[in-house]
């Protein structure tokens, strides 16, 4: 007998594959498909939807149900703008709290980042990207403020193959990567701040 999943494997389920692209924004998730797909009890589905209703990850519309938030020029702005906000703040509690084992294994999904680029592996390098910087950010010790970002990211959630507006875009954000991680192995706050900062306000919205 398989064990049933709780409602927090559904939500991690869920967001991987919204984070993905499986699910693009504005598609709905009719709640009987997806309790086929992640074999899920109709509560336990019903439980994630909510939640990620309430991260506003989904969105609901009486009598249609749960589709996945589609965001609009406006709010794709604020969420950008919030983000520069919040991770460039981190940038001074990542300088201070970053060992050695953390750039190291920085440095190594940056220059995965960069083979998978040479390789065309556009899923690969999605998620490579997303990897990295999970782990940039974790450098700067606030698990909470992970959370807030991840929840941040997926307001506008990208499919992978439209995910950069053009191949050279792809290459600066591998070499803004490497400089972010020479940045933070200097210790120089101002200069990861600013690499952040030009990293997330490029003119596509997604880094």
């Known amino acids: 007998m398989r064990k049933k999943k709780s409602s927090k494997d559904l939500i991690d389920l869920l967001t991987a594959d919204i984070s993905a692209g499986v699910f693009s924004p504005g598609s709905w998730l009719k709640q009987i498909d997806l309790q086929r797909r992640y074999e899920a009890s109709r509560s336990e ?7 990620l209703c309430n991260k506003r990850i989904v969105r609901y519309e009486p009598n249609r149900g749960y589709y996945v938030h ?6 794709t702005d604020e969420v950008r703008d919030i983000r520069i906000m919040l991770e460039t703040s981190a940038a001074e509690f990542m300088v201070k709290q970053v060992t050695d084992e953390q750039i190291e294994d920085l440095y190594q999904l940056a220059q995965r980042f960069m083979d998978q680029i040479r390789e065309h592996k556009i899923t690969e390098i999605y998620e490579t990207n997303i990897a ?6 974790a450098t700067c010790g606030n ?7 991840s929840d ?10 439209s995910q950069w507006s053009s191949y050279a875009r792809i290459e600066q954000s591998g070499k803004e990567h490497f400089a972010m991680v020479d940045a ?5 706050a101002d200069r990861l701040k600013a690499i952040i900062r030009a990293h997330i306000d490029q003119a596509s919205g997604v880094e």
């Open 184 to 188: 933070l192995a200097e210790k120089d």
């Open 143 to 149: 698990a909470s403020l992970m959370e807030l970002v």
């Open 70 to 75: 589609h965001a609009d020029d406006v709010s």
């Open 152 to 161: 941040l990211r997926l307001r506008i959630p990208p499919a992978p193959a």
């Open 45 to 51: 589905t019903r439980k994630a939807l909510e939640t």
């Open 132 to 137: 990295f910087h999970t782990a940039l950010l």
